[in-house]
């Protein structure tokens, strides 16, 4: 079992409508969780990361994490076709002694406009 | 304010040939790391540094080297090239009190091992 799973569609939504994208873990490690944006042919940029369970809010994203289900989503409202890109989830905890980070393997995302 | 800068952008290497990818940032940042990216396999961890003169192992080290004389530079070294190692590599870095939680991240090396 992979620590962290996540659909790597490809995801194609219209102009305006709500994504949800959600990746799953199986280590109950992981404290911090983190989505990463990435257009094609360049690097990751964070988009937005939380500690607890609950969700938090910053303009058409919301990130929900529920600890117990070990199950984080990303929510994009009113979705625009520059928010087409590769979405990675990261969770970082301490295993094996040091702080360690996994990334999930991408969603990718196309919104049609 | 550049960032973080990776060079080369592409490069094709022979089997058996070396090689350096550079990474510098102008961040003033301690934690930087070395990520390798390959289809439907995610971001692996293949080396990292918490401040210059200190580098550690990450998931992934084996056929690569590094080093961390100042704070801005982190330098991945190829040595002996072979085909798994075809991939594009990813520089990071994050302030001290981010650790990786907050990386930012180089436009990318792709690299291709013929």
């Known amino acids: 079992q992979k620590e962290v799973e996540q659909d790597p569609g490809p995801l194609s939504v219209p102009e305006g409508a709500i994504v949800s994208l959600n990746c799953t873990y199986s280590?109950?490690?992981?404290?911090?969780f983190m989505w990463y944006r990435q257009y094609s042919r360049k690097g990751p940029e964070l988009l937005m990361y939380?500690?607890?369970?609950g969700n938090k809010e910053d303009g058409r994203f919301t990130a929900q994490v529920d600890k117990s289900s070990k199950y984080i989503s990303l929510f994009i409202r009113d979705s625009q076709p520059s928010d087409s890109a590769t979405y990675l989830c990261?969770?970082?905890?301490?295993?094996?002694?040091?702080?360690?980070?996994?990334f999930g393997t991408g969603t990718k995302l196309q919104v049609i406009p | 304010n550049a960032g973080v800068t990776q060079t080369p952008k592409f490069r094709i290497l022979k089997i058996g040939q070396s090689m350096t990818l550079q990474c510098t940032q102008d961040?003033?940042?301690?934690?930087m790391y070395w990520y390798r990216q390959d289809p439907g396999m995610g971001l692996k961890l293949i080396y990292y540094?918490?401040?210059?003169?200190?580098?550690d192992k990450g998931e992934v080290p084996n056929g690569y080297n590094v080093s961390r004389s100042t704070t801005e530079d982190f330098p991945l070294r190829l040595e002996l090239a072979a085909p798994s190692q075809t991939s594009v590599y990813f520089c990071?870095?994050?302030?001290?009190?981010?650790?990786?939680?907050?990386?930012?991240f180089g436009q990318g090396t792709r690299l291709t091992v013929v």
């Open positions: 990071a870095s994050s302030p001290e009190d981010r650790m990786n939680t907050e990386a930012f």
């Open positions: 280590n109950s490690a992981f404290q911090y």
């Open positions: 939380t500690y607890s369970s």
């Open positions: 540094s918490v401040g210059a003169g200190i580098t």
């Open positions: 961040m003033n940042h301690n934690y």
């Open positions: 990261a969770m970082r905890g301490a295993i094996g002694g040091y702080q360690k980070v996994t």
